[in-house]
């Protein structure tokens, strides 16, 4: 079987003149990092996900939207491997993954953040933060608990990289409040930063402006671009605000009712058929 990310790499020297051409910015997107090919998922009698096939790039911020149901969360979370799909093949970084748990996914540079928050409410923001250095301790709880030399060095460099995260998301006035005295807004910022402390290569977001204000969105698409221009990471955003979809958007997946519908830039997916037909309601044959 020809290996589907040498396949896509064929494509590359025709693929930034395309992009271009297609008003997307070929110096920053780059070579396939992750073919999802044929996924089906079932959940009893029902059929979550139906023979879905797309592929993500180095670099590029990859939309998956669709009416209610549609499949996206289910989506996301056969990237980051809490369900397995009952057909299908998931390829990471020319490797196709086989039964993998989602920490040894984690430590393959994918971190995500959820739809309803995932913070520990009583702990502070710093401490969040910290929380997502796990997947990059290498020292256990008995170095830790003893504060020996190598396992000291190693928290100070894991603060370090916390503190830079807390910079740059300008949320150092709130570092020591507990993150659930914080407006909502602000609560899904720090859990940004928990996913950012992974040092992610691929970002999975779930719907990162649901429940924000105008005001706390534009803040949280600003982050989003700044985490993908400066750090290079690539990003999959689940996300119901279509504003939002088509300004910061490189490509866009779209579902209904589990299948893939339209698969392009946010000008092609916008002028779809079907697209418009599924987010008007219009009935399935
Ligand atoms: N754990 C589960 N058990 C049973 N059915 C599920 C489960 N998770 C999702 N489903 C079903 O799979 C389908 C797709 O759900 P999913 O949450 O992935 O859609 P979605 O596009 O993310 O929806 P929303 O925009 O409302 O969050 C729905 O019919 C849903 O009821």
Redesign the pocket.
């Given at each position: 079987m020809n290996h589907p990310v040498a396949e896509a790499a064929k494509d590359d020297s025709t693929y930034a003149a395309e992009e271009e051409a297609r008003g997307l910015a070929p110096h920053r997107v780059g070579e396939v990092v992750m073919e999802v090919r044929n996924i089906t998922l079932r959940?009893?009698g029902?059929t979550?996900?139906r023979d879905i096939s797309f592929d993500i790039r180095e670099g590029e911020i990859r939309a998956i939207i669709?009416?209610?149901?549609?499949?996206?969360?289910?989506?996301l979370?056969v990237i980051n491997g809490f369900y397995h799909p009952q057909e299908g093949e998931i390829w990471f970084r020319g490797a196709r993954r086989r039964g993998m748990r989602p920490h040894q996914i984690a430590r393959q540079g994918i971190a995500r953040t959820f739809?309803n928050i995932a913070l520990f409410k009583g702990m502070t923001t710093l401490d969040n933060i910290m929380t997502g250095r796990l997947t990059k301790m290498k020292r256990g709880l008995v170095w830790q608990a003893l504060w020996a030399g190598p396992a000291e060095a190693e928290e100070i460099r894991h603060r370090e990289a916390v503190e830079k995260i807390i910079d740059f998301l300008e949320i150092q006035h709130i570092r020591k409040t507990p993150v659930g005295r914080l407006p909502y807004g602000l609560q899904k910022r720090v859990e940004l930063g928990r996913a950012l402390a992974a040092e992610p290569k691929l970002l999975l977001l779930d719907?990162p402006m649901a429940g924000m204000n105008v005001e706390e969105k534009e803040d949280m698409c600003r982050f989003i671009l700044d985490v993908n221009d400066e750090f290079g990471t690539t990003i999959v955003l689940?996300e119901?605000d279509m504003g939002v979809v088509m300004d910061i958007a490189d490509r866009v997946v779209v579902?209904d009712y589990?299948a893939k519908i339209a698969d392009g830039t946010p000008d092609e997916v916008r002028t779809n058929q079907n697209v418009i037909d599924a987010y008007l309601g219009v009935p399935h044959e």
């Amino acid at each position: 079987m020809n290996h589907p990310v040498a396949e896509a790499a064929k494509d590359d020297s025709t693929y930034a003149a395309e992009e271009e051409a297609r008003g997307l910015a070929p110096h920053r997107v780059g070579e396939v990092v992750m073919e999802v090919r044929n996924i089906t998922l079932r959940f009893g009698g029902v059929t979550a996900i139906r023979d879905i096939s797309f592929d993500i790039r180095e670099g590029e911020i990859r939309a998956i939207i669709g009416p209610n149901g549609a499949g996206k969360s289910s989506m996301l979370n056969v990237i980051n491997g809490f369900y397995h799909p009952q057909e299908g093949e998931i390829w990471f970084r020319g490797a196709r993954r086989r039964g993998m748990r989602p920490h040894q996914i984690a430590r393959q540079g994918i971190a995500r953040t959820f739809q309803n928050i995932a913070l520990f409410k009583g702990m502070t923001t710093l401490d969040n933060i910290m929380t997502g250095r796990l997947t990059k301790m290498k020292r256990g709880l008995v170095w830790q608990a003893l504060w020996a030399g190598p396992a000291e060095a190693e928290e100070i460099r894991h603060r370090e990289a916390v503190e830079k995260i807390i910079d740059f998301l300008e949320i150092q006035h709130i570092r020591k409040t507990p993150v659930g005295r914080l407006p909502y807004g602000l609560q899904k910022r720090v859990e940004l930063g928990r996913a950012l402390a992974a040092e992610p290569k691929l970002l999975l977001l779930d719907e990162p402006m649901a429940g924000m204000n105008v005001e706390e969105k534009e803040d949280m698409c600003r982050f989003i671009l700044d985490v993908n221009d400066e750090f290079g990471t690539t990003i999959v955003l689940i996300e119901h605000d279509m504003g939002v979809v088509m300004d910061i958007a490189d490509r866009v997946v779209v579902l209904d009712y589990g299948a893939k519908i339209a698969d392009g830039t946010p000008d092609e997916v916008r002028t779809n058929q079907n697209v418009i037909d599924a987010y008007l309601g219009v009935p399935h044959e």
